[in-house]
């Protein structure tokens, strides 16, 4: 069946740009996660849904940071007013409940 | 807090080979150990998981151990192929919380050479 898909896979955004970022899970997982991944690191965690319902919202670096997911499947990471430190590749993950995570190909993201 | 450490962080081996690669926790409540291995621009993707009632457990040519005394677990991969080469990571988990993240180490790229 279909996997968890992102789009777009790469974003250029001039700093002080505001961006968005999409994530489409596996149909039927009611768990949503965000990772941002730096050049040569492990994924971080940044944000977790369950349903609609934003759970934990731990590992969000700043308030410049939002993410979404109204209907309690695709869900929307925004930056605002994007740094060059934002540069990275920001992973989305769809799971049952307390099931194995499944990864999408991820967003590049470079802020210029 | 919660941190995973991973260990060597390059590791290169002949095709048929065994490679081993290593990882430490710290949060002793952690009760699920998953390893992905991530190519080239791609996600990572789930290759074997293990809970912590359980010591060891094997898929073909990947197996997984657990030490919860010492807060270990290790991944084996037996004859090796050149298609294994990629970077692999370690990841721990606590089941019991509200949230289900996953805690990542900083990964082991392993070369298998023809």
């Known amino acids: 069946g279909a996997g968890v898909s992102q789009s777009p896979r790469y974003k250029v955004a001039k700093r002080g740009q505001d961006v968005a970022l999409r994530c489409d899970p596996i149909s039927g997982h009611v768990s949503l996660f965000w990772y941002q991944q730096a050049l040569g690191q492990g994924p971080e965690f940044l944000t977790y849904?369950?349903?609609?319902?934003?759970?934990?919202k731990s590992g969000l670096p700043s308030d410049r940071f939002f993410a979404e997911r109204p209907e309690g499947s695709v869900s929307t990471l925004k930056i605002q007013r994007t740094q060059q430190e934002d540069s990275a590749v920001y992973l989305c993950?769809?799971?049952?409940?307390?099931?194995?995570?499944?990864f999408g190909p991820g967003t590049r993201l470079t802020v210029t | 807090g919660e941190n995973v450490e991973q260990h060597p962080s390059t590791l290169s081996v002949q095709e048929g080979d065994s490679a081993v690669i290593k990882c430490t926790y710290s949060d002793s409540a952690s009760n699920y150990f998953p390893w992905y291995k991530q190519e080239l621009g791609k996600g990572p993707q789930l290759i074997i998981d293990i809970r912590s009632n359980v010591g060891e457990k094997k898929d073909q040519r990947i197996a997984v151990t657990l030490n919860k005394t010492a807060k270990h677990f290790s991944l084996h991969i037996t004859e090796t192929q050149p298609e294994d080469s990629a970077v692999y990571f370690c990841?721990?988990?606590?089941?019991?919380?509200?949230?289900?993240?996953?805690?990542f180490g900083t990964g082991t790229l392993l070369a298998v050479q023809p």
């Open positions: 993950a769809s799971s049952l409940a307390r099931g194995e995570q499944y």
């Open positions: 849904f369950q349903n609609e319902a934003q759970l934990d």
């Open positions: 990841a721990a988990r606590w089941d019991g919380g509200a949230t289900n993240k996953l805690i």
